[in-house]
């Protein structure tokens, strides 16, 4: 695709329910990243995939957040029976390999009521 | 893993002054290091980037410099125009790992 694509856009969900965010990187990076960004804050970096390799799952905050990354391109972020303090933005970004320009989706903007 | 700090948190300058914003980080392994603009409500995009092979290097108003013996970087923006307000985050990278960024530095320029 042309670019970082990020489903939904925006979600609203009551606390304890579970929540998945889409990223479809751009045809042919291998590295994706998630980083989660509170308003007004910076890049929370969450998880990060290269190739085949074995995610770095150093930035997730707690066990309730996972990630998988299918076939090497799509990957979903699950946040099980979310918290108020889960509400941000949750950024998605991809490249060509690591150490090198990362691009960012839109975002998905999570709201937990 | 690699930490990047960044200051000033928040800089604010007159239309036409000069801003810098410096990073420090703590991987030696970085090599790569890009800064990032972020307008309000929409996504971080890339201004400059510098690799390790090269101690400055600038694209118009910006500049970015490298100074691998004391791990840091800096960005400077000459002739700031209010459209240059927004908030900017610089990062690390090794070809190994993952990219960190710093905390973010918000940009006012006032006309």
């Known amino acids: 695709g042309a670019g970082v694509s990020q489903s939904p856009s925006n979600k609203v969900t009551e606390k304890g329910k579970d929540v998945e965010l889409r990223c479809d990187p751009i045809s042919g990076h291998t590295a994706l990243y998630w980083y989660r960004q509170s308003l007004g804050q910076g890049l929370e970096f969450l998880i990060y995939?290269?190739?085949?390799?074995?995610?770095?799952k150093s930035g997730l905050p707690s066990d309730r957040f996972s990630a998988e990354r299918t076939g090497g391109s799509v990957s979903t972020l699950t946040i099980q029976r979310t918290q108020q303090e889960d509400s941000a933005v949750y950024l998605c970004?991809?490249?060509?390999?690591?150490?090198?320009?990362?691009?960012f989706g839109e975002g998905s903007w999570l709201t937990v009521v | 893993g690699e930490n990047v700090e960044q200051h000033p948190s928040t800089l604010s300058v007159q239309e036409g002054d000069s801003a810098v914003i410096k990073c420090t980080y703590s991987d030696s392994a970085s090599n790569y290091f890009p800064w990032y603009k972020q307008e309000l409500g929409k996504r971080p995009q890339l201004i400059i980037d510098?690799?390790?092979?090269?101690g400055e290097k600038k694209d118009q108003r910006i500049a970015v410099t490298l100074n691998k013996t004391a791990k840091h970087f800096s960005l400077h923006i000459t002739e700031t125009q209010p459209e240059d307000s927004a908030v900017y985050f610089c990062?690390?990278?090794?070809?190994?790992?993952?990219?960190?960024f710093g905390a973010g530095t918000r940009l006012t320029v006032k006309p």
């Open positions: 970004a991809s490249s060509f390999s690591s150490g090198n320009t990362i691009y």
């Open positions: 990062a690390a990278s090794s070809g190994n790992n993952d990219m960190r």
């Open positions: 995939f290269q190739g085949n390799s074995a995610p770095d």
């Open positions: 510098i690799r390790s092979n090269v």
